[in-house]
């Protein structure tokens, strides 16, 4: 797949909310060195996610629905840093923060192509598999990257500042993706999974977009 032209993204270009940032991020590159090994993948899938008071429509699936929390805290902070959170207590996942700071929200890199480092990110995933595979989902991406729970949650990917053994640079396309599609969030259960919020963006027909699987409680609405 070929990449479009990319330049560093700025913290005023994530300011807004993340339902109007996600489907910019497709295209977007992000750079990764840790520990002296750099990475860098395409994203092609996202999903954005609202915290309490956020927009006009509150977001039951987000980490940041019931307000502050230590866990949540990098949410509410400045645009531009990414927010790196533990699934399922095994899986690193990945968000820019986006929205004014003080004001929580997130989008989650939900799958990438790995286009620079792909010894290092097979390496990393621990497994001989396809290369559209090694950031097929967020938590494979998030393990490609090199990018840890707890230990780099909070790096910065517009300063591009050293941070814990880490740096992180986020570039955008030139132009924005055309040809997108949107849908359910993935594997979101109850209604913040269903199509009440199509909150999930990705480039339609690239090899490297994750398998869409319904959450708990999820499906599609009545009527569909």
Do not use: K
């Not at 977007?28 to 395409?42: K, N, Y």
């Amino acid at each position: 797949m070929s990449v479009a032209p990319t330049r560093a993204a700025t913290r005023d270009e994530l300011a807004a909310l993340p339902l109007e940032v996600a489907p910019r991020l497709l295209g977007a590159i992000l750079h990764t060195e840790v520990d002296g090994e750099v990475v860098s993948v395409r994203l092609t899938e996202v999903e954005a996610y609202h915290g309490q008071g956020t927009g006009p429509t509150a977001d039951p699936g987000s980490h940041a629905r019931m307000g502050p929390t230590a866990r949540n805290a990098t949410m509410w902070g400045e645009p531009g840093h990414l927010y790196v959170y533990l699934s399922h207590g095994i899986h690193s996942c990945v968000n820019v923060v986006c929205g004014p700071d003080g004001v929580a929200g997130g989008v989650l890199l939900r799958a990438a192509e790995v286009i620079e480092g792909t010894d290092a990110a097979a390496r990393r995933r621990r497994a001989a598999t396809r290369s559209r595979d090694l950031a097929r989902g967020p938590g494979r991406l998030g393990q490609a990257v090199g990018l840890r729970h707890p230990v780099h949650d909070g790096i910065d990917a517009i300063s591009g500042a050293p941070f814990r053994g880490a740096v992180a640079r986020l570039e955008l396309t030139v132009e924005p993706v055309v040809g997108y599609a949107s849908g359910p969030r993935v594997g979101v259960a109850g209604v913040a999974g269903t199509a009440a919020f199509p909150w999930r963006f990705w480039i339609e027909g690239d090899p490297t977009v994750s398998v869409f699987r319904w959450g708990r409680g999820a499906g599609p609405l009545v009527g569909e």
